[in-house]
């Protein structure tokens, strides 16, 4: 299976920061890696897609970048409805797997 | 609207089976694949399971293979989740997601996920 290491674990940050989140697979694939958010008690929700494409309806703040084996979300100003925790998912094989999750709060 | 409503959730015993349901609505549900992902309490997503849109190939993880089964019912617009042999470690809520993929490996990721059902496997 395909590793995928999500690093920082946790991040503080302040309103209208711009943060970075990685994330690195244990093999190269193609650019099959997506990222989602997640509030407490609430279902992910999918941000990017394809490591660098927005999903409809989600704020041109967040960005996505990489190739190979390692992947970014970027966050250009942070608000606070951005607290939340965030994954990593790999969908190039017949096995998903996400990354251990950043916890994002404000400092 | 796309919506998925998960459903069977219980308490159960260690040992015990369980058959979790998905109702789907919104989209035409035989041309995605689907999965199953849960997040145990405090922790993060694991993917669980995934079928594609005809049901012979369904694929697991390694920590739920040989005792959960997948399936589907194109006709009911429905996802379903067989769990036996079930231990305490598969204490979590269980998420039902739409893939954006007909078939699952090489997807674009979930986009539409369940409001979840709990399952929790004490004594």
């Known amino acids: 299976d395909i590793q995928m290491t999500q690093f920082p674990s946790s991040l503080s940050a302040s309103v209208g920061d711009r943060v970075t989140i990685t994330c690195r697979a244990s093999?190269?694939?193609?650019?099959?890696l997506n990222w989602y958010q997640q509030k407490p008690g609430k279902a992910p929700k999918l941000l990017i897609y394809?490591?660098?494409s927005l999903q409809s309806g989600v704020p041109s703040r967040f960005s996505g970048s990489g190739s190979g084996t390692d992947f970014t979300l970027s966050i250009s100003s942070l608000q606070p409805e951005d607290s939340a925790t965030y994954y990593c998912?790999?969908?190039?094989?017949?096995?998903?797997?996400f990354g251990q999750g950043t916890k994002l709060d404000f400092k | 609207e796309v919506q998925l409503l998960e459903s069977g959730g219980a308490l159960v015993q260690p040992g015990g089976s369980l058959r979790l349901s998905c109702a789907t609505s919104?989209?035409?549900?035989?041309?995605?694949?689907m999965s199953w992902v849960r997040q145990a309490p405090g922790r993060g997503l694991e993917w669980v399971s995934g079928?594609?849109?005809?049901?012979?190939?369904?694929y697991y993880a390694d920590s739920v293979k040989g005792r959960f089964t997948i399936s589907r019912d194109n006709s009911k617009n429905t996802l379903y989740l067989q769990m036996n042999s079930l231990r305490a470690d598969d204490t979590a809520v269980y998420y039902c997601?739409?893939?954006?993929?007909?078939?699952?490996?090489?997807?674009?990721?979930?986009?539409?996920w369940g409001q979840g059902a709990l399952v929790t496997v004490s004594s």
């Open positions: 997601a739409k893939d954006s993929s007909l078939i699952v490996g090489a997807s674009w990721g979930f986009d539409y």
């Open positions: 919104g989209f035409t549900f035989s041309s995605y694949a």
């Open positions: 079928i594609s849109v005809t049901e012979s190939a369904p």
């Open positions: 093999q190269n694939f193609n650019s099959y």
């Open positions: 394809g490591a660098s």
């Open positions: 998912q790999q969908s190039y094989s017949t096995s998903y797997t």
